[in-house]
């Protein structure tokens, strides 16, 4: 157990509709990342949150977007669903501020997206 | 683009040493090397890191070239539970973007 939650586990919806995926980091660790893994593209690398603030995007499309709240919390908001976005949705914190290369991230155990 | 190259998948018997490779020739001097690996239907885990100097930790340890241009994570005894995919990755400190590849499938041989 990496101490990093993710809910829910598993979520089925059409195609149009909108979710909301939350992560909950470890204790003390202030920075989230989202990932999105699927079959064709592996993991790849959505947004990055340090102690509320954005600190980096990487391939995540306009309709997607998150935030971090005040108690570190974060959620990712998926609209406008597509078939191709069914994936695994992982997200993982740290601790180290950024600008720290060395630092260890710890993963969730994902939430599963199907779009029908 | 992922900034390292690992074949695709690689096979090891039960109980002997195993040696990843990975090639990151365009690392730059401040990049962190980073393993991590996946194992079947869960999150990624950590393995290790190191700059520099060869690492080891209870997991794996870490042998970088000299020239940094390439490093292996090397498992002592490989066991069943160690079937995964390994990702090799480099941290720039100054880039919070992280980039995976596509990883080398490890398959044990019992």
């Known amino acids: 157990d990496s101490g990093v939650t993710q809910t829910p586990k598993h979520l089925i919806t059409a195609t149009g509709q909108r979710v909301t995926l939350r992560c909950s980091p470890r204790s003390g660790d202030l920075s989230v990342y989202w990932y999105q893994q699927s079959l064709d593209q592996g993991l790849q690398f959505l947004i990055h949150y340090y102690n509320g603030e954005e600190r980096a995007k990487g391939n995540i499309l306009e309709r997607f977007s998150a935030q971090q709240f005040p108690d570190l919390h974060s959620e990712l908001n998926l609209s406008s669903l597509e078939l191709g976005d069914s994936a695994l949705y992982f997200c993982a914190s740290s601790r180290a501020p950024p600008g720290h290369g060395s630092d260890e991230q710890f993963f969730g155990p994902g939430t599963r997206l199907t779009v029908l | 683009d992922a900034k390292t190259t690992q074949p695709n998948s690689m096979e090891s018997n039960e109980e002997e040493p195993v040696h990843l490779p990975c090639n990151h020739s365009t690392i730059s001097g401040t990049d962190y090397i980073h393993w991590y690996r996946q194992l079947p239907s869960q999150g990624p885990e950590y393995v290790i890191h190191?700059?520099?100097s060869n690492v080891n930790n209870r997991m794996a340890s870490l042998a970088i070239a000299e020239d940094r241009k390439s490093s292996t994570l090397i498992l002592h005894r490989a066991t069943l539970r160690d079937a995964a995919v390994y990702y090799c990755?480099?941290?720039?400190?100054?880039?919070?973007?992280?980039?995976f590849g596509k990883g080398t499938r490890l398959h044990i041989l019992p």
């Open positions: 990755i480099l941290r720039d400190p100054d880039d919070d973007k992280i980039i």
């Open positions: 190191g700059l520099t």
